[in-house]
């Protein structure tokens, strides 16, 4: 039955498991229209729980039957409602063998069982499992599974599930089968089965111990010519592990399969990790760098889940930053060394901040605002957020920049050893860095529960006489739903003091030097550390390295920022200081287009951005993130009452004026930074693309007929997907006249492609021309489908939350796309609706005559008779937070 207000689940609540499951038996009959599991538990009593009953999840399935001990069960020996079945007064060891019946066809949620371009895929976390079959359907049981697969042979040739094969042959009768056993007790959320028609590039690679690993990476028919890079970056993260953390890969077999239909990135299952197509194939001709990073990070992400996640996981999904957080910090880590270089690293750092900025910090000041750790939820899906993944990250980072990266390692292998195999809480990795390092990591507990963007703010002074300097720092943090008042954070500060000819000062602080550069600790709500010895009055470099997430508040003036964005010998808060010079004048611009003022952009600016866009002693790639303004949705979050459409002009005008004033400078760079030869997804080579389409971006911004030949010369003889989707985006936002047709054109060339179709859609989608009439129009393309999560981000959602100036139109005709998008969604798939409903999240920073039509959006589809729990929870939080 559902009911208006669904039930919320409570941290403090938790209770053990009844029952434990020892093994688990799963015989699968694969059919689309109607799947029979069969499944065996063996279960015992858990002398942690009070409780007698047996107690098993399912949802959507229809049983068949259910025998205990060898014996049916009466339908007065059991209870059954449509989440739950129970059976009372059960023994103290109980073999249940379960048959139930479902339609993965049938199922467009993608969670469960289900079927993608004709090909059996499952998707368990977090609950997805009791879609499949009755089982305590929580992280902490943890149980031995078998799998027996049996399918048509000609359809399903591939049958795969986690662990080793042990076992395959012919059924007979135009079937076969397929027995898979995982040596690892693990929970049900890893469980995973593919039966499909696939092919695999595969290879034996030798691990640290001189073992030999299978490794392979599955995709459809046509595909094999994608799946280099996937397998590369693999072999990779293994070395990476071992290396880095003496972490093995603890299987004989290890497989990557990928699959068009996906709602998320991919996923951790053992051995047998699934993956959405677009973290997977990747040539020259249809990904670009920023595919081939996102394919790097996410490959190492879930086969760094084999230890951060699978051997040892979560107690309960309120923990899901033990695993999320953690393996997160893992990947960027990992990314980070995959390029080498300290600059390079410091490009991957900035990279961080600016999703944090971009995502997190609006999460966290918005009506979703949850603590890393959080205390309640309505579903679970709904807290995959950026706030449990990257600021989760950040917090891990932090422990690690408190404790040291020898003492991080010390931490992390007293974690493997106090909890492997074990399911586990925040508190335990917690306890165990502290343990290692003989730290007190009490207070630091605060960032897994308190939500919101702490504030620092700094205030300094210099004594010519005495040759001190001090710095006061004050925290804060705003309230969030459910935590009025906060407790001051342990906030790790780096700080770093530039003399006037730009070069590290050295500091000395109670006596102790410290270099050039210290992590000072404040855990007071204000707090002051005087810096002794400072023979001038320095130029102050605050939170280097963005040394916590918080939002850092002092007074720069212009000419220290100049300073700090020309010398600062911290490379992230160098391009800081370019994004406060940025930000200030953009919020200004803003003003000034609101009133119908006259905009205007200093030359003091300009000129800073031409040296740093024409300084070769700096790496491509670091010198990019520098001359990339705040975005649109940045600008946003410094405003008091939003307007899109005066954030945008302000923002286009910027980029307009640094097309016209460094023009010559933008074709010099554009010619300094080609890349001949073939093409290569290194960091130094994407990082010369990066700045070189930079250049031509802001050359569209000033349209010109020269500018537009650049970008057409560029789009006709492109050799690979980077320059070409740079090429027809610099057509697209200078209006030029060739856009349209090469819009088409690109859609000829790659229509058999979808992730480059999807990249057709996005752009349009996301253009400044696009308004919402334009996009119901691109929804009736043949190629569009709402089935699939990916067309539907490409183009729903980039037009929903990456077109703010169009979607918030004066009309309100935006908000009522957008309800009607989340309620078809939901009816097909609640967990891509979910996603969808979050791009309200903010309605109420919006201006009066935009912030009306934004609640009766949010009303109307809270009004939805059908609603999901997991759109009834967002919208709900929207309106009453
Ligand atoms: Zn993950």
């Known amino acids: 039955m ?6 919320t689940i409570y ?25 029979i599991v069969a499944s065996r538990l063996t279960m015992r009593r858990n002398p942690d729980s009070a409780e007698r009953a047996i107690v098993l999840c399912g949802e959507n399935l229809e049983l068949v039957a ?172 293994i070395r990476w592990d071992e290396q880095r953390y003496g972490l093995e890969l603890d299987l004989d077999r290890f497989m990557i399969v990928a699959v068009g239909d996906f709602n998320m990135g991919a996923m951790e299952n053992k051995g047998l990790n699934i993956f959405n197509t677009k973290y997977v194939l990747a040539n020259p001709r249809v990904a670009t760098d920023t595919d081939y990073a996102g394919i790097e990070a996410v490959v190492g992400h879930e086969y760094f889940h084999n230890w951060t996640g699978n051997r040892v996981t979560c107690r309960d999904w309120f923990q899901l930053s033990l695993k999320e957080g953690l393996t997160v910090f893992r990947d960027q880590e990992f990314s980070a060394d995959m390029i080498g270089t300290d600059s390079g690293r410091a490009v991957s750092r900035i990279e ?61 292998d007293l974690y493997f050893a106090r909890h492997d195999g074990q399911a586990v809480e925040c508190d335990d990795f917690r306890r165990a860095m502290a343990d290692a390092n003989g730290r007190d990591l009490a207070q630091f507990e ?28 004050s925290q804060s943090c705003p309230p969030t739903p459910g935590q009025q008042s906060k407790a001051p954070f342990h906030i790790p500060f780096a700080v770093g003091l530039l003399g006037a000819n730009g070069r590290d000062l050295p500091l000395t602080i109670d006596g102790v030097a410290h270099g050039t550069g210290a992590v000072l600790e404040l855990l007071e709500a204000r707090q002051r550390f005087v810096f002794t010895d400072v023979a001038e009055a320095p130029t102050p470099s605050l939170l280097r390295d963005f040394s916590a997430p918080v939002i850092l508040e002092y007074d720069y003036s212009d000419a220290e920022l100049l300073h700090l964005f020309s010398h600062d010998s911290d490379p992230v808060n160098r391009w800081e200081a370019g994004q406060r010079l940025a930000m200030a004048r953009l919020l200004k611009l803003t003003a000034a287009v609101a009133a119908g003022a006259k905009l205007e952009l200093d030359e003091t600016f300009i000129n800073a951005l031409r040296k740093m866009l024409s300084d070769a002693s700096l790496d491509a790639a670091f010198r990019e993130q520098a001359l990339l303004l705040p975005s649109e949705s940045m600008i946003a979050d410094q405003l008091e009452t939003v307007n899109p459409q005066a954030i945008h002009l302000a923002r286009q005008f910027m980029r307009r004026t640094i097309g016209t004033e460094l023009r010559a400078d933008l074709f010099a760079q554009y010619d300094a930074n080609q890349t001949p030869g073939p093409y290569s997804p290194d960091a130094g080579s994407a990082g010369r693309r990066g700045l070189k389409n930079l250049a031509l971006a802001y050359l569209a911004a000033a349209p010109s007929p020269a500018n537009n030949a650049l970008a057409k010369m560029q789009f006709d003889t492109a050799g690979n997907m980077t320059d070409r989707v740079a090429a027809l985006g610099a057509l697209i936002h200078a209006e030029a006249e060739y856009a349209s047709d090469a819009l088409a054109r690109f859609y000829d060339d790659f229509e058999h492609e979808a992730l480059v179709v999807d990249k057709w859609f996005s752009m349009q989608a996301a253009a400044p021309g696009t308004d919402v009439a334009a996009v119901r129009e691109l929804m009736l393309h043949p190629a569009f489908n709402i089935k699939n999560p990916n067309r539907v981000r490409s183009l729903v959602f980039a037009f929903c939350a990456g077109n703010p100036a169009q979607f918030h139109a004066a009309d309100g005709s935006g908000y009522a796309f957008w309800a009607e998008q989340v309620g078809a969604l939901d009816a097909l798939n609640p967990q891509v609706a979910s996603r969808l409903a979050r791009s309200m999240d903010r309605w109420r920073r919006y201006a009066p005559a935009l912030q009306l039509p934004m609640k009766k959006a949010l009303q109307q589809v809270a009004k939805g008779k059908k609603l999901s729990n997991d759109v009834r929870e967002v919208v709900g939080k929207a309106l009453t937070n």
């Open 2 to 7: 559902r009911t208006d207000t669904p039930a």
């Open 11 to 35: 941290r403090q609540d938790y209770l053990p498991p009844s029952y434990l499951v020892d093994t688990v038996e799963l015989g699968f009959d694969l059919d689309p229209a109607r799947t």
């Open 66 to 237: 259910l025998r205990m001990n060898g014996k049916t069960l009466g339908k007065r020996e059991y209870a059954i409602d449509d989440k739950t079945l129970r059976i009372p007064n059960a023994p103290e060891r109980a073999t249940l063998e379960i048959e139930t019946l479902t339609a993965p066809r049938q199922n467009t949620t993608l969670n469960g069982l289900y079927v993608s371009n004709g090909n059996f895929f499952t998707q368990c976390e977090a609950e997805g499992f009791r879609h499949i079959t009755y089982f305590p359907d929580r992280p902490d049981v943890m149980a031995k599974f078998t799998v027996m697969l049996r399918a048509d042979k000609q359809r399903y040739p591939v049958l795969l599930s986690n662990g080793n094969l042990i076992e395959e042959g012919d059924l007979g009768d135009g079937r076969h089968f397929a027995k898979w056993e995982d040596p690892f007790k693990k929970p049900s959320y890893l469980f995973a089965l593919v039966a499909a028609r696939l092919e695999c590039q595969e290879e034996t690679f030798a691990l640290a111990d001189g073992r030999e690993a299978l490794l392979q990476v599955w995709v459809e028919e046509g595909n094999l010519d994608k799946t280099n890079y996937a397998m590369q970056s693999l072999k990779n993260s």
């Open 352 to 412: 961080q901040v600016r999703t944090l900025r971009q995502a997190q910090f609006p999460e966290d000041a918005g009506p979703m605002a949850h603590p890393v750790r959080p205390d309640s939820f309505v579903e679970i899906n709904n807290f995959y957020t950026v706030t449990v993944y990257e600021k989760g990250a950040e917090v891990v980072r932090m422990i690690q920049t408190l404790v040291g990266r020898e003492g991080f390692r010390k931490g992390m």
């Open 446 to 473: 605060l960032w897994y529960s308190q939500a919101g963007t702490p504030v620092v703010r700094a205030d300094t002074s210099y004594d010519a006489e005495a040759k001190t300097y001090t710095l006061t720092l």
